[in-house]
C-alpha cells in the first residue's frame, strides 16, 4: 500500500505519497491546510491561475490566493459556473479565454479550487494549455478529497457519453484542508461517502467492517473519523493508480458502480443525480450482479446495500428501461466491441473486471430499478 506519514507542517495532518516515478506527489490531509506551508516547494511563477466556481470562489478564493501568494507574483482566477451540466467545452473555454486574455506563459501554475467538476476540467485545462502547465489540486468535497483529486484522471462530459474527452494528467500535489468540509451541503457529504465505502468492497474489507461502525460519525463529520477516512481512502487510491496509471488493468475497479452509475447520470441528464448518488445505487446493482454470477454471496451483496441505504443513499435506480441502461452502459469506457464490462467484487475486498449475460443484467436492472 502506499505510505503515510505524519506531515512536517502541522502535527496531526498526513501526507499519503502517490508513487509515479518522476511524476510521483504527496496528498496533504488535514485541518488548516490552506496556508502557505502546504503549498512549499511548488514551483515559482509570475502567473498563477485558481480555476474554482461561482459557489467555492466566494468561500474559499481568498484563503488560496494568501496561501499561495508567496510563490507567484500574480494571482488570477475564473469563476466557472456551478454544476456537473457545465463539465463542457464553454466552461472549458473560459478557463483557455481567461489564461490568453493575461497572456499566461507555459510556466503558469492552475490551482483547482472546488470539487470534482472544477478538479477534473482543471486539469484538463493544464494537460491542454500551451500543451501543458503544471496544477495543483484543492479538493473542497469530500468526493474530491477520496477520489477525484487523486490518480490525474482529467476530462468533461460529452452529451453522448460521461468524462468522455479527458487526458491522464497528474497534479503536482494535492492538499484536502478538511476545513473546507464545514461548508459543504449535508447532501454532497453523502455523495462523497458513496466513493469512501467503494474502497471497502473492493480493495480492504476490513475498511468496510470500519465503516460500518463509524458511518455516524462520519456522516456527523467527527473530525478523526474524516480524517481515517479519507487517508485509508486516498492510500487505497495511490496503491492502484500506482501500479496502472493509465488504467490498462488493475485501476478500473476503481469503477466498482460506475457502470450502472454512469447510465443513470447520463440517462436522466447530469446534475440530476449527484455522481455520489449514481455510484452508490451502481454498487447495490454491481454487488447483486456480482452475486448472481457467483462471486459472492447474497448475504455479502446484502451488507453493502445496507452500508449504502444506511448513508442515506439511493438504492433504487431511475426507471430508465433496461434498453436504455443497456444503451447507455456500451458508451462505458470499459466496454470492449460493444461489450458492456463491469467491476465486479469477489471474494469481499478484491475485484476483478467482466462481461455479463445479458439476461443477468436484466435481472440486475429490474430488481433494482423504481
Ligand atoms: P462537484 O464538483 O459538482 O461539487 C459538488 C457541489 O458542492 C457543487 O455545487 C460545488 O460548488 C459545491 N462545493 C464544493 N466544495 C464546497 C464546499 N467546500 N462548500 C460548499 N459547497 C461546495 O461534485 P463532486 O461530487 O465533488 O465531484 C463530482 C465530479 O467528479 C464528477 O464530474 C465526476 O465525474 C468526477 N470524478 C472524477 C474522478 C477522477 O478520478 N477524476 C473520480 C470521481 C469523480
Ligand atoms: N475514479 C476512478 C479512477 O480514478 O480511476
Redesign the pocket.
Known amino acids: 500500500m502506499a505510505s503515510t506519514s505524519p506531515s512536517p507542517i502541522c502535527p496531526d495532518a498526513r501526507v499519503v505519497s502517490i508513487d509515479l516515478g518522476d511524476r510521483s506527489y504527496d496528498i496533504l490531509i488535514g485541518k488548516g491546510l490552506m496556508r502557505a506551508d502546504s503549498f512549499a516547494g511548488l514551483p515559482r511563477s509570475s502567473q498563477a491561475l485558481i480555476v474554482t466556481?461561482?459557489?467555492?470562489g466566494p468561500?474559499?478564493t481568498a484563503r488560496l490566493r494568501e496561501a499561495i501568494a508567496p510563490l507567484h507574483k500574480q494571482v488570477l482566477d475564473v469563476e466557472l459556473p456551478?454544476?456537473?451540466q457545465f463539465?463542457d467545452w464553454p466552461a472549458l473555454n473560459q478557463v483557455f479565454t481567461r489564461l490568453l486574455e493575461e497572456a499566461a506563459d507555459r510556466k503558469t501554475v492552475l490551482y483547482a479550487l472546488?470539487?470534482?467538476?472544477?478538479?477534473?476540467m482543471t486539469?484538463f485545462a493544464a494537460a491542454c494549455y500551451m500543451r501543458g502547465v503544471p496544477f495543483v489540486q484543492v479538493?473542497?468535497?469530500?468526493?474530491?478529497q477520496v477520489?477525484?483529486?487523486?490518480?490525474?484522471?482529467?476530462?468533461i462530459?460529452h452529451p453522448a457519453g460521461?468524462?468522455m474527452i479527458?487526458a491522464f494528467y497528474q497534479p503536482l500535489r494535492v492538499v484536502c484542508d478538511l476545513d473546507?468540509?464545514?461548508?459543504?451541503?449535508q447532501r454532497?457529504l453523502l455523495?462523497?461517502i458513496a466513493?469512501v465505502i467503494k474502497y471497502g468492497p473492493i480493495a480492504d474489507a476490513e475498511f468496510l467492517s470500519w465503516l460500518e461502525v463509524n458511518l455516524d460519525k462520519l456522516l456527523a463529520r467527527d473530525h478523526a473519523a474524516l480524517m481515517h477516512a479519507i487517508q485509508r481512502s486516498c492510500e487505497i487510491?495511490a496503491w492502484v493508480v500506482g501500479q496502472d496509471e493509465k488504467e490498462s488493468g488493475l485501476r478500473a475497479i476503481?469503477n466498482y458502480g460506475?457502470t450502472f452509475g454512469?447510465a443513470i447520470?447520463a440517462g436522466l441528464g447530469?446534475?440530476a443525480w449527484?455522481?455520489?448518488e449514481a455510484?452508490g445505487c451502481g454498487m447495490v446493482m454491481a454487488a447483486d450482479l456480482s452475486a448472481r454470477l457467483g462471486l459472492i454471496d447474497e448475504a455479502t451483496s446484502l451488507r453493502i446495500r445496507s452500508l449504502i441505504e444506511r448513508a442515506g443513499l439511493p438504492v433504487k435506480g431511475p426507471n430508465l428501461g433496461a434498453e436504455r441502461y443497456l444503451e447507455l452502459m456500451q458508451v462505458d469506457k470499459k466496454a470492449e466491441g460493444g461489450e458492456i464490462r463491469f467491476v465486479v467484487i469477489g471474494p469481499l475486498g478484491s475485484a476483478g473486471m467482466r462481461g455479463a449475460p445479458e439476461g443477468v443484467v436484466r435481472d440486475v436492472i429490474a430488481a433494482h430499478t423504481a
Open positions: 466556481n461561482t459557489t467555492v468561500l474559499y456551478d454544476g456537473e463539465k472546488g470539487g470534482g467538476v472544477v478538479g477534473d486539469g479538493p473542497t468535497t469530500l468526493l474530491a477520489d477525484s483529486s487523486v490518480g490525474g484522471k482529467t476530462a462530459n460521461k468524462n479527458g473546507t468540509l464545514s461548508t459543504l451541503p454532497e455523495a462523497g466513493e487510491k476503481l460506475h454512469h447520470e447530469y446534475g449527484l455522481h455520489g455510484v
